[in-house]
């Protein structure tokens, strides 16, 4: 008997650990690792904030499609190879990254991490979720998900230390791209080794098609305006940190708290999801999340970066999570179409976020504009949350 027991123990551990690293490379690198490199990469290569935005607007725009395409079967019993392969393009695009000049190459480069980024999100935890589920342990699905976190706080001590290093013939920010290549090609390996191989298929039936109500209307607007208001800050909080002062050091705390405080943040929210249910803490989270936005730009320096950064990374991750819980709450019979319209959403939101902010920062010469618009959006959210009858959704 206890034989029996210890088996599906080391199964959800090697789940857990190979979620976590796989989301650490698709996500903490792969679509984040943009953040904390690119201060140097403006100042070598001349760019302005507008084409930061651009470059960052092109990343989301491949997530999007990625996230979209992964919605569906077509995938059904190729998961595996999916999530490391794309693993492997994650890898790739990191160090062209390092390889690459101008806003055009750089923005494809950019848009197909997007998609290697969606792929290795959803095809990792449709594996490794899926082995929590069948075990009913939780804890799967909060290991899987601190990865980002973890991701993010690596990198951010990983940009710092190769600060300190000497200077040599090839540009610093491109050591980092290298760098960061070098790091996920050791996540990927060991995903690669640790991965379980999922048992059976996904169904690729087709969904009958959603049933809109109001709060479902509401939850999706809300939740595509959040991909708005969230990810001015997430893009450009280093660029901030450095704006009010050129200390590596801070650029480094700023982003490692932000990874840090994200890698515990479904943790610390459990409790007052279970007190309160998923919709309220969805949106106390939001609320939480705009006082964060605005905290970048109306605090003290270095204050503002500090706890601007440790707020948002305390919330994106929890709101990306309860926002999806709600929807399938809200259209079981239709899980796979709500997630990819939720995803759209979301998908445009991050879109637009970057390039209004990337021009208003262009045009005043300051992140203070655009993280107080992002802040409002994040407000208004909050308020379409509250009104649009979300909140009468029972957790079960």
């Excluded at 002062?245 to 932000?258: N, Q």
């Excluded at 949106?283 to 109306?298: S, W």
């Excluded at 309860?322 to 998908?347: E, I, N």
Aim: with cysteine; charged share 10%.
């Amino acid at each position: 008997m206890m034989h029996r027991t210890a088996a599906p123990s080391r199964e959800t551990l090697r789940a857990a650990i190979a979620g976590a690293l796989a989301i650490a490379v698709a996500m903490g690198l792969g679509r984040f690792f943009y953040t904390p490199v690119l201060p140097g990469m403006m100042a070598g290569l001349h760019l302005d904030a507008a084409d930061a935005g651009i470059i960052a607007a092109a990343n989301f725009a491949g997530y999007l499609l990625g996230a979209v395409l992964a919605a569906y079967g077509w995938a059904a019993g190729h998961e595996r190879r999916l999530a490391v392969g794309s693993l492997v393009a994650t890898v790739l695009l990191l160090l062209a990254m390092g390889l690459l000049s101008g806003v055009a190459a750089l923005s494809v480069v950019r848009f197909l991490a997007g998609l290697a980024s969606a792929f290795g999100l959803i095809f990792t935890s449709g594996i490794v979720l899926s082995i929590g589920l069948s075990h009913r342990e939780p804890r799967v699905q909060m290991a899987h998900f601190s990865g980002v976190g973890i991701g993010i706080a690596v990198s951010a001590v990983l940009v710092y230390l190769l600060s300190l290093a000497p200077a040599s013939a090839i540009p610093a920010w491109r050591v980092d791209w290298f760098a960061g290549a070098l790091l996920g090609a050791a996540g990927l390996a060991a995903v690669a080794w640790l991965l379980p191989r999922p048992e059976g298929s996904a169904s690729a039936v087709r969904e009958p098609a959603i049933i809109w109500t109001r709060p479902l209307a509401a939850l999706t607007l809300s939740y595509g305006l959040f991909g708005i208001g969230y990810v001015v800050t997430a893009t450009f909080i280093v660029a901030i940190a450095r704006e009010g002062a050129e200390s590596p050091l801070l650029e480094c705390l700023t982003w490692l708290v932000t990874g840090a405080a994200a890698a515990v943040s479904l943790l610390v929210w459990k409790p007052v999801e279970r007190r309160h249910g998923v919709a309220a803490a969805y949106l106390m989270a939001i609320l939480v999340e705009t006082v964060g936005v605005a905290a970048t730009v109306v605090l003290p320096f270095p204050a503002s970066a500090l706890i601007g950064g440790g707020l948002l990374g305390l919330t994106f991750i929890v709101i990306t999570a309860y926002g999806l819980q709600l929807g399938r709450m809200l259209a079981s019979a239709s899980a796979r179409r709500v997630l990819a319209l939720m995803t759209a959403a979301f998908g445009v939101g991050q879109i637009l976020g970057p390039l209004g902010a990337g021009f208003l920062a262009a045009r005043t010469g300051s992140y203070a504009l655009p993280s107080l618009a992002a802040s409002g959006v994040l407000l208004l959210a909050a308020a379409i949350t509250a009104l649009g009858g979300v909140l009468s959704i029972k957790s079960r």
